[in-house]
């Protein structure tokens, strides 16, 4: 929450009367997460003017929200009829350095949650680790006219059984030129926009 405010307000001092607020508890509760926070060093405290994120606590804040909105997207991906913000809040406390370099894989091409909200950058540690594999992304996020494998099928049984029909699945390679998708026989495809995020590619090099 901490870190929802410095999107807001990056050099602002949040009161712990507006978090109180925010998360739905007493200011005296409120008082007492920031302390122990502040304790253990991530967040800059002081009293009846309010906390700010310390450089760890950026970093630690900016980790969990990347892995919760990370979290959202996915749900959105999937025939899930829950709430997906309580889940969210739920997944993002076990994904771990792991998960989240595989779902930042799959999902590379995206840039914002299902609210439209930024995902933030992942941690240095992450970005090396995601810097020696290759990159996969939704049809959706592709510019570049080429050639593309077919690695990932994040959508409803009878619409991967249609795309199979259409000699279309994991490992296919399909091709996008001036803007249109095609198979490798030449047949153009006409994809149904709500598909465009579950098909995910890695681009054929050369």
Request: glycine letters at 8%.
């Amino acid at each position: 929450m901490m870190y929802e405010f410095h999107e807001q307000r990056p050099d602002g001092r949040v009161r712990t009367g507006d978090l109180a607020a925010k998360l739905g508890v007493k200011p005296a509760s409120a008082t007492e997460m920031v302390q122990r926070l502040a304790a253990r060093g991530f967040l800059e405290y002081v009293p009846y003017k309010g906390a700010k994120l310390t450089s760890a606590g950026l970093v630690h804040g900016q980790q969990m929200k990347r892995r919760h909105r990370l979290a959202e997207v996915l749900l959105d991906l999937l025939p899930y009829e829950g709430n997906p913000h309580e889940t969210a809040c739920r997944l993002e406390h076990a994904i771990d350095d792991d998960l989240e370099v595989a779902l930042s894989t799959m999902l590379s091409g995206l840039t914002t949650d299902p609210s439209g909200r930024p995902i933030p950058e992942p941690s240095e540690r992450i970005q090396a680790r995601l810097a020696e594999i290759a990159t996969i992304e939704p049809v959706r996020s592709v510019k570049a006219s080429g050639r593309y494998i077919v690695r990932l099928l994040l959508l409803p049984g009878q619409v991967t059984q249609w795309l199979a029909e259409q000699d279309i699945g994991i490992k296919s390679v399909l091709i996008l030129e001036n803007g249109t998708w095609s198979t490798e026989a030449n047949m153009e495809l006409h994809l149904d926009p709500s598909w465009m995020n579950g098909i995910l590619v890695e681009q054929v090099r050369p």
